[in-house]
């Protein structure tokens, strides 16, 4: 298992398989909107929040954010719908407020919870949120990403869960940007353990260790072409989640990868 190594190489090749992780992902999508997302939110949206001062995210971006997270992941259409319900001002402030609480104090459960104040705002998208303006800070609570630290128990979309996860990932963090590891930052670590699971979903070759110096965590920037599989229609109604995700509700962790075993 991945998060279970020690080594800077092995993490550092992890993460420079996002981007082919990605278009293999990618290539299951009917609607490729996914691409021009994801590389929205893992390079230029960053760019434009670390411009702002005070930091703070918009009605357009909260409704974007959420789109883009619900085409990763899960498909949960209800919550696009909520979070679309609020004004600009109502946003804004909140989101504000959030950044503000993690830029000054570092209160990750504060700041999350202040971000969850808006409907149809749990603990994963409030994280998805401060995530893109503090990624030194704080984590995205992705699923595949959860799904690859041990010790968490079975997956709860409330905060108690996600802090345990954050916890996790922000001390390894710390250890890998010791060692000299590129993957120096919560994000980019819960980015490396979610390549690391979708490339061993998708099979895909894993990278020698020179080649983690073409890390670039965003789509359009693949070299090598993956096998894609055929593209998938999306969810019907009955696949539909719960509409909040800070609900009580779990599910059982899918089994865990183990292909950076291999790699040690």
């Known amino acids: 298992m991945l998060f279970n190594s020690t080594d800077p190489a092995v993490w550092d090749s992890a993460l420079a398989l996002y ?18 997302l994801d590389k929205w939110y893992q390079t230029e949206f960053p760019s434009l929040l670390a411009s702002r001062s005070p930091c703070f995210i918009n009605h357009e971006e909260i409704v974007k954010l959420v789109a883009w997270k619900l085409k990763r992941g899960k498909y949960r259409p209800a919550l696009a719908k909520m979070v ?82 954050a916890a996790k ?20 670590v819960e980015l490396a353990l979610w390549a690391d699971m979708m490339a061993e979903k998708f099979d895909l070759p894993a990278p020698s260790p020179s080649s983690s110096s073409a890390v670039a965590p965003a789509a359009g920037t693949n070299k090598r072409k993956a096998n894609e599989p055929s593209a998938v229609a999306p969810p019907n109604a009955q696949e539909t989640q719960d509409a909040k995700e800070n609900d009580s509700t779990t599910t059982n962790k899918k089994a865990r990868s183990t292909r950076s075993s291999s790699r040690k």
Do not use: W
């Open 19 to 36: 981007p082919e992780a990605f278009k293999a992902l990618a290539a299951t999508k009917s609607d490729q909107s996914i691409i021009a």
């Open 169 to 188: 990932v922000i001390d390894k963090a710390e250890k890998l940007k010791e060692a000299g590891s590129k993957v120096n930052s919560p994000h980019l």
């Open 84 to 165: 679309a319900e609020h004004t600009d001002a109502v946003v804004r402030r909140t989101s504000q407020e959030a950044f503000d609480i993690i830029s000054s104090k570092n209160d990750l459960k504060a700041a999350i919870s202040k971000m969850s104040e808006l409907k149809g705002v749990g603990p994963a998208t409030a994280s998805a949120i401060l995530c893109a303006g503090a990624p030194d800070k704080v984590p995205f609570m992705a699923d595949e990403s959860v799904d690859s630290v041990p010790g968490l128990g079975k997956i709860a979309y409330n905060l108690t869960y996600y802090l345990k996860f």
